[in-house]
Each structure stands twice: as C-alpha cells, then as structure tokens.
C-alpha cells in the first residue's frame, strides 16, 4: 500500500539521547526509534530509553527495535518503557510478533530474490513493512540504499522505507515509491572534524532538513 493522498510520515532510529529524541520531534518527526539490539552502536538501556521517552512531548510515537530477542526481554522492556509500536528486524515469525499485545511491524531485508508481496501476506497482521537493504550479518542500519524498483506496486500493508536515505536524496524516495513513511537513522547523525559520522549522535540540523524535505515533496 503505498502513500494516498497524504503527507509522508518521518521516523528518526538510533535516538540516544534525550536531547535529540526531542530535537526530532521539534523538528516535526512523527516517530522515534529506540534500538535493544546489543551489537548495535545505537543500542539503548532501558533507563536511557526511560530518560528519551520523558522528554518527548505528546504525539511522537515511540518505536522499539528488536533483533530475535528473546520474549522474556521484550516483555521486560514493555514492562519499563513506553513503547507504542514494535518493530522486528530478524527472523521472528508472525507469531512471534504478534505475542506482546501491541501494534507492530516488520522489517525486510531486501535481499536478492526475496518476494516482498509473499512476505506481506505472511505478515499480514503487522501494521506496516519496513524495507531496508540487504547487508549479509548486518540487520539494520547499515546506511545503504537497495534498489527501490524493486518494490511491488501494489501492496496489502503501508510502506516505509528505509536504507541510506538522507536530506540529500529523501525528496527523490518520496516521488519514486511513496511511501507511507521515511525511516531515517545514519543519514542525520552528526559528524566530527573528520567526516566521520557519530552513531550515537544526532545532527538536529540534519533532521530538521530532511523532514523540510519530505514535506516540501510530499
């Protein structure tokens, strides 16, 4: 399903800190994404998620990514964060995310041969799919772009799209798919003196200019 006549929404992953959790939503982004993924260099406590999730203001919903963890540490992070959408990334099965009694989605990773209509009707329980790139071992994040011809026209659940989007080539993603919603995480993070993107830092300036620019080409 792709985008109706409606503005695209914008998710900002890889929030760590309070500060930029609300720098996005001043910004304008309707979503956050808070990452319990160990390995991930974005990868949250719970108490820091609690410190992001009080210095929101109303109306952001907050988003918390997981790996194939266990559902014992998913029940326990419900138990203590706010969370009002789940999101899957690994090889969890519809079951599995359907256990926790809250909305959800589910990532695809948009591997060679994959058929992302069956996957939808797989999933069809979740409230949308997020396509991201392909990278072996790599199960999100990885800050690259996957073809976007590549998506079905016609799909049973919103999109969002995801995979290297940033200021500077999100107003091209919109036009091409459409999607209901942008996932951005590496594209808005602050750089040092070098170049080097900060992981765990978020430019607010980055996010203010890419959802100026969802906006404006929506």
Known sequence: MRRPSLRTRVKICGITRPEDGRAAAMAGADAIGLVFYGPSPRCVTVAQAQAICA????????????VDAPAAQISSVLSQVPLDLLQFHGDESPEDCAGFGRPWMKALRMREGIDVAAEAARFHGARAL???????GVPGGTGERFDWSRIPAALPLPVVLAGGLSPDNVAEAVRQVQPWAVDVSGGVEAQDAQGARQPRIKSAAAMAALIEQVARHC
């Open 130 to 136: 997020l396509l991201d790139a392909y990278v072996p």
């Open 55 to 66: 210095a929101l203001p109303p109306f952001v919903t907050v988003t918390g990514l997981f």
